[in-house]
Every structure is written in structure tokens, then in C-alpha cells.
């Protein structure tokens, strides 16, 4: 019986990471074998950065600007106010296992332009690996086990600028993709990202973020020794070849709306995105083949330049329960900021989950305005 209840943790842990490989596997394989790209491929960029959008349900493309333009559409890097913003953003998920962080820059290069840069990486930290735990004499050496992270990375560069025709601004990304799974598998990939925003009138806003136009590629390489290869036999699995994972294009198109209510600053706005993917059909509130459009929705409201409020709703689908009956569930959010000097403090209280599972998760993120630094010293 001792025996058991300490192997049982050894057979979780080895569990996780044939999930990991396995996951990958399928994907890559998938390619492979089939003429398009798999579905949910690069997913970790689809979750969404900065409290503030987070709040809104990730519908911000027709209106984000500054350093957070460089994830949701590169177009509002032009509208970079100062000369340098600094964006961040810590959250994590499944209590606590996987954490998430975001970090980006933006710079004013002169009134019309600007460039920004940032980083995503999304992880899963101090994985036992328990693949040696039992030697080929079947002996238990727990000197064997060692920690491994599976890990995701995404490094984006950007430039946007100001068009001749007023309102209107487009902007690019370039992106470099690092994934790893300890040492058993690693891919790099690279992929671009096009946007455009139009200031029409003035309450109204339309973005267009059309990300992996060219369809973003991850190689992936498996590095397995024999005593892991043994395992994924023993276990029925088969032994990843080296691939490449594609991913297809997405548009997202958004419309906002900002009214002011008084002359004080007070404002109520409201934007509505659409996310177009082109891999087939999805579980999302309009699926189709190979067109699928997930709608959401998000409100802010703002008091005297300083506080914001926020609420959202997406992943809005419908699902089947024991009862053989659908029902349509939605993600709900919540969100609050204030500005104070050149500081901006934002916070969102989101459901990952849906309205049964009611998996909530804290989100904090913080943005810096810098102005130019002084040359009175020289």
C-alpha cells in the first residue's frame, strides 16, 4: 500500500507531460496528414492582454492605442500620446498552476507614427518529471526526478503611422514564436500581423486586426531520449515525429461608439467585435465552414478623466447538457481603473470558464507615460 500512494503522483505528473507532448503531437501530425492547418493552434495569443480589455471582453480593436495597440492591432501604436508608454500585466490561472504575463512598449517617433514592441509568456512552471523515476530493474530512485516548465513565448514587433486620409491609421506586427516542453520539444515560428483603424465623425470608431495573414508556422522538434520513447510505447502513444504546425488567418472586426455626457469629461462607451476564424467550423455563437464568427461586447463607462468602469460578455456558445438540451452560456466580465498623473492602474475580474464552472481569475495591469527626458542637464 506505501508503494502505491507513492507512485500514484509519479503516474499524475508522467500524465501531464504526455498531455503536453501529446497535444502538440495531434496538431502537428494533423498538418501532416491533411491539407489544412489544425484548429486552436497558438491559442495562448488568443486570451488577451491588459486588465482593461480583459474588463471588455477583448473588444477594444476599433479603439486600443499605445502599447497595448501592439497585441490588439497595431494601427493604435500611431496614437502613442507620449513619448514612450509602458505597458505590464501579471495573471494567473487553474489556482494558480499557469501563469501569464505581458510586457510591451510603445514610442512616438513624431506626430503621425510610432513603434512598439512586447512580450507574452504563458507557462506552466516546476512540472516533476518522473520519466526516470523507475529504472529498468524496477527500482524507485526519486534522485531521478527532476523540474521542467512548458512554456510559451511571443515576441512582437511593430510600426504604425497616420494616413493622408483623416482618421484613418494602419500598423504591422512581426512576430517570433518560442514554444517549449523542457528539453522533450521546441519550436520557433514566425508569423504578421496587418491592421487598420477610422475615426469617423466624431463618436464613432471602426478597427480591422487581421492576425496571421500569411499564416503563422511553428517547426517543432522532439527530443526524446530511449527511456521516455519506452514510456510513450508502454502507454499506447505514438512517438512525435519532427512537423510543422500551421496557423490560419483571423480577422476581427470592431466598431465602437463614444458619447460624452457633459463637459466635465464623463463618457459612455460601447464597442462590439467580431472574431472571423478561417480553420473550420467552431463552437462559438455563429459557427460555419470554413467561416466561423464569435461576437463580443464591451461597455465603458468613464468619470472625470480618472475612473473607468467596465463590464464585457463573450465566448458566448451554445452547449448540450445531461438532458440532452442546449443552452447558451456567455463569459461575463467586470473591470475598474483610475489614472492618476502618468499612471494608469487597471483591474478585470473574469470568468475563464463559463457560468457552471465559474473559474474566476484576478487580472492586474499597469501602464506608464513617460514624456521625453530633459536635456536642461547637458
Known amino acids: 500500500m506505501l508503494v502505491e500512494v507513492q507512485i500514484l503522483p509519479m503516474k499524475f505528473h508522467l500524465s501531464l507531460i504526455l498531455l503536453f507532448l501529446a497535444s502538440i503531437y495531434g496538431t502537428v501530425s494533423a498538418q501532416q496528414t491533411t491539407t489544412t492547418a489544425p484548429k486552436y493552434s497558438n491559442e495562448f495569443l488568443q486570451i488577451g492582454v491588459g486588465a482593461d480589455a480583459l474588463g471588455q471582453s477583448n473588444a477594444v480593436v476599433a479603439s486600443t492605442e499605445g502599447s497595448n495597440a501592439n497585441y490588439w492591432n497595431p494601427a493604435g501604436v500611431a496614437l502613442t500620446k507620449k513619448w514612450l508608454e509602458i505597458g505590464g500585466m501579471h495573471s494567473e490561472y487553474f489556482a ?97 500581423d496587418a491592421g487598420l483603424q477610422f475615426d469617423a465623425k466624431k463618436y464613432w470608431k471602426f478597427g480591422l486586426m487581421a492576425r496571421d495573414i500569411t499564416s503563422t508556422f511553428n517547426a517543432w522538434v ?26 490560419l488567418p483571423r480577422l476581427i472586426f470592431g466598431t465602437q461608439g463614444k458619447f460624452p455626457v457633459n463637459a466635465k469629461g464623463d463618457y459612455v462607451a460601447g464597442e462590439i467585435d467580431l472574431d472571423v476564424t478561417t480553420d473550420g467550423r467552431r463552437n462559438v455563437l455563429l459557427p460555419g465552414s470554413p467561416f466561423s464568427i464569435d461576437p463580443h461586447v464591451g461597455v465603458e463607462i468613464g468619470i472625470r478623466k480618472i475612473f473607468m468602469f467596465r463590464c464585457g460578455v463573450g465566448n458566448m456558445q451554445y452547449i448540450t447538457d445531461f438532458a440532452d438540451k442546449k443552452k447558451l452560456t456567455f463569459q461575463p466580465n467586470i473591470g475598474v481603473g483610475v489614472q492618476f498623473s502618468q499612471v494608469v492602474l487597471n483591474y478585470a475580474f473574469t470568468d ?20 521625453k527626458p530633459s536635456n536642461s542637464g547637458k
Open 222 to 247: 522532439f527530443t526524446l531520449d530511449d527511456q521516455t520513447k519506452k514510456v510513450f510505447s508502454m502507454t499506447g502513444n505514438n512517438i512525435p515525429k519532427n512537423g510543422m504546425e500551421y496557423t
Open 96 to 192: 494558480g498552476i499557469a501563469k501569464y504575463d505581458f510586457i510591451s512598449l510603445a514610442h512616438a517617433i513624431d506626430g503621425k507614427s510610432g513603434v512598439g514592441f512586447s512580450m507574452v509568456r504563458f507557462a506552466v512552471d516546476d512540472i516533476p518529471n518522473t520519466t526516470q523515476l523507475i529504472d529498468n530493474g524496477g527500482n524507485v530512485n526519486y534522485d531521478k526526478i527532476s523540474l521542467f516548465s512548458a512554456a510559451d513565448y511571443a515576441f512582437s514587433f511593430s510600426y504604425a503611422r497616420k494616413l493622408k486620409v483623416e482618421g484613418l491609421r494602419f500598423g504591422g506586427s512581426m512576430k517570433l514564436i518560442h514554444r517549449a516542453v523542457g528539453s522533450f520539444a521546441h519550436s520557433w515560428g514566425f508569423g504578421l
Open 352 to 371: 475563464i470558464g463559463d457560468q457552471s464552472t465559474a473559474l474566476y481569475s484576478n487580472v492586474f495591469s499597469v501602464k506608464l507615460i513617460l514624456d
